[in-house]
């Protein structure tokens, strides 16, 4: 098709999709283009601007790597993540669901771990916490051998393939349900902590004049036959962050009851007080048991990184 005034770019790009033979493949590509143009339009784009965005997304590749995935991260900043996640779970957005994001810090293969067990795999500062959490389906009943992934971040802000001093896997690991849908663990009370701003991300959050933060929080995902994979975040609800994380995955149901212990008995006997408890139930769905791709595959070497705040 011969272009003979802008109007006619919008209908000859979705002619030429209509080659497609995958149905579904039209039908998003057909709304994304839709949409682009309509935003071009919309924006009146200068041509300075279309330079300016197409550099962007070339740099969003360019500072991904093994270790560091910068896609995940903008997405999340922009409430991109957290949309698609909701419209996909709670009866597509119309209720309470335990999903949350997976973020860009989910590695293959963490350390299968005896329930009770300790994740913490290198010296790590910070109290001590015990974790109790089960899981069961729409009908409550337990969910037993499910393949449980948990991780999060140390006190000092950073996860562990972020960070050269922390062992390798620390504050990871992999449980199995037991006959009441039942995993323990040990671990260190997880800390608030900053998004690396040294790329696309960090320009895109300056300009908006917008802090750089995560609260603190603790990642779970539950993997078994029969069930749509539940990948979940549990808040620590008195983070001074928790009304305004930077990737906008914090939702009412998922801020958790970590109890504060400064006295009484620890579960286990080299522990002094304070200590840390949280005792949470998910909710698993009926559905394909998939695991997803894994954002990042390796762990840095070298310095451990300095990633400041922003105001």
Same mark, same amino acid.
């Not at 098709?1 to 590509?29: C, G, S, W, Y």
């Not at 500062?125 to 051998?145: I, S, W």
């Not at 990737?247 to 009412?252: C, D």
């Given at each position: ?20 033979? =995958? ?108 974790? =109790? ?5 729409? #009908? ?106 930077? #990737? ?31 005792? +949470? ?27 400041? +705040?922003?105001?």
């Amino acid at each position: 098709m011969i272009i003979e005034r802008q109007e006619d770019v919008t209908p000859a790009v979705l002619k030429e999709l209509a080659r497609a033979p =995958n149905a579904r493949f039209r039908e998003v590509m057909g709304t994304f283009i839709r949409h682009m143009h309509a935003f071009v339009r919309e924006a009146k784009l200068t041509e300075e601007e279309f330079r300016t965005a197409v550099n962007y997304v070339v740099a969003l590749g360019k500072h991904s790597n093994e270790t560091h995935n910068e896609g995940i991260l903008v997405c999340g900043s922009l409430g991109i993540s957290s949309l698609v996640c909701l419209l996909n779970n709670g009866d597509n957005g119309q209720t309470e669901t335990d999903a949350s994001l997976l973020g860009p810090f989910w590695r293959m293969g963490s350390p299968p771990t005896e329930n009770g067990g300790s994740i913490v795999r290198s010296p790590t500062p910070g109290p001590a916490m015990f974790v =109790n959490a089960t899981f069961r389906d729409r #009908q409550g009943k337990p969910v037993e051998g499910a393949e449980v992934d948990i991780w999060h971040s140390s006190t000092e802000g950073f996860y562990e393939n972020q960070d050269p001093v922390q062992a390798d896997m620390n504050l990871r690991g992999k449980f199995f349900t037991d006959r009441e849908g039942h995993i323990a663990f040990r671990s260190v009370l997880p800390a608030g902590y900053p998004i690396p701003i040294d790329g696309p991300t960090g320009d895109l959050l300056r300009a908006q004049g917008r802090h750089n933060m995560r609260p603190a929080h603790l990642h779970f995902l539950a993997y078994k036959d029969g069930f749509k994979t539940l990948i979940s975040q549990v808040y620590v609800g008195d983070d001074k962050f928790i009304e305004s994380d930077v #990737q906008f995955g914090v939702t009412r149901h998922l801020i958790g009851d970590y109890v504060r212990h400064d006295g009484g008995t620890a579960p286990a006997s080299d522990v002094a007080a304070p200590w840390y408890s949280l005792d +949470h139930h998910f909710v698993m769905e009926a559905g394909e048991a998939k695991l997803p791709r894994a954002p990042i595959s390796g762990k840095a070497s070298g310095e451990r990184p300095k990633i400041p +705040h922003l105001a």
